[in-house]
């Protein structure tokens, strides 16, 4: 029974970018989903035996990377790093979402393959949770001769996500513009790369071919790992209602113009955060976070906003029942704070200043699964989780 209540809460974060902050201190979740959300003396906690006392931290809803590449179980081949998802847990990432399965080792690239592959790897990932983390995985790398029969079956099986157009062979407008229609169709979210190539042999994709092809989300517009022009982002912005994904694995300067771009066009809600990581740029814990920190001391974002951008506005993208600190929803939460040393005085206001708060702990589905990150500096608050060793530093 994934009981419990959180209390003495300094400021609780919606994740939600339409109401950023909620008023209350205590949120109480009841068989792994929140409860009520509130004042300690307004809300029910009878009959919960386990209570956090939050010490004045405040509280987010976990964090979701819209953009991972993960391949099968906690291990990437292109680091050969294991554990690097449970690692990620560490530094407030309780989703992540995959944008195709392209670094396994012989991937094929032939039609039957890739559809083999995106059924498996769906079906994998809905079984395993590295750490307590959900994985949304298997997103499909469109080849030649993928049929609309193709889509809808691997619709059936479970698959939602065409992984990042421009990775994989098929990427041409003429050609990568029916399979995007035939997986519209049959109700997937479609990923597109877009600017430089990623890795040898992958594609320069700018707004010309985005905006022929249609895709539901402009990947990592800030590089993946070489930004895009900003001329090409300025039009996916203004000429599509493309979601905008600025991730960590890219460049930062143009992650912050991006992000003045967008509240410029009071477009903030088109806005998500991911790591594209595992990749080239190694494997990142803290990634989330530090995109988030970016966007909000460089690119002039209220940093309660970038606390949506990593959960609500993601978990809305792709229908989860998460991301948002609401009645009903998953209680993936996290006790935040400043890191011990910062000038800032919370988490909130350490990303404000651009400083990586700290992660104090986790919770997936009601559970504590972090007390204590082994990834972030401790709080200039302590929060002490009793039943549950802590991680240490
Ligand atoms: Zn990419």
Redesign the pocket.
């Known amino acids: 029974m994934a009981d419990l209540v959180i209390t003495n809460i300094g400021q609780i974060v919606s994740g939600n970018l339409a109401s950023p902050l909620i008023a209350g201190d205590t949120v109480v979740v009841r068989d792994g989903r929140i409860a009520a959300v509130g004042i300690a003396q307004n809300v029910d906690q009878t009959g919960i035996e386990h209570v956090i006392d939050a010490a004045g931290c405040q509280l987010w809803p976990g964090l979701i990377d819209s953009h991972s590449h993960p391949v099968f179980g906690d291990w990437t081949p292109r680091q050969q790093v294991q554990n690097f998802i449970e690692s990620g847990l560490h530094g407030g990432v309780t989703r992540i979402i995959s944008?195709g399965e392209p670094h396994l080792p012989g991937r094929p690239k032939d039609a039957a393959g890739t559809k083999a592959l995106a059924i498996l790897a769906t079906k994998s990932w809905s079984q395993v949770r590295p750490g307590g983390v959900k994985v949304l995985g298997g997103a499909v790398l469109l080849e030649h001769g993928l049929t609309e029969a193709d889509f809808r079956e691997m619709a059936r099986e479970g698959v939602r996500i065409v992984g990042?157009i421009?990775?994989s062979g098929v990427y041409k407008p003429e050609d990568a513009r029916p399979m995007v229609e035939w997986a519209h169709g049959c109700g997937m979210i479609v990923l597109m790369?877009v600017g430089g190539a990623?890795i040898p042999g992958s594609s320069v994709i700018g707004a010309r071919e985005a905006l022929a092809i249609g895709p539901d989300v402009a990947?990592?517009v800030n590089g993946?790992p070489t930004a895009a022009p900003f001329k090409d982002i300025e039009r996916l912005v203004a000429e599509s209602q493309m979601m905008i994904e600025v991730v960590q694995a890219g460049n930062t300067a143009r992650a912050a113009a991006v992000a003045q771009l967008l509240v410029r066009e009071h477009a903030l809600q088109r806005m998500i955060i991911g790591t594209?990581t595992p990749s080239g740029t190694g494997v990142i814990p803290l990634g989330v976070l530090r995109t988030m920190a970016w966007i909000a001391s460089l690119g002039g974002v209220a940093p309660e906003l970038t606390v949506a951008m990593a959960s609500g506005t993601t978990a809305q993208l792709y229908s989860l029942p998460e991301g948002r600190v609401e009645v009903g929803n998953a209680a993936d939460l996290l006790l935040v704070d400043a890191p011990k040393g910062s000038e800032a005085t919370n988490a909130l206001s350490a990303l404000a200043i651009g400083d990586t708060p700290s992660v104090l702990v986790v919770v997936v589905d009601g559970v504590v699964r972090v007390a204590g990150s082994r990834n972030t500096p401790g709080g200039t608050r302590t929060v002490q989780v009793p039943w549950v060793t802590a991680g240490g530093h």
């Open positions: 944008a990042e421009g990775i790369h990623s990947s990592h993946g594209d």
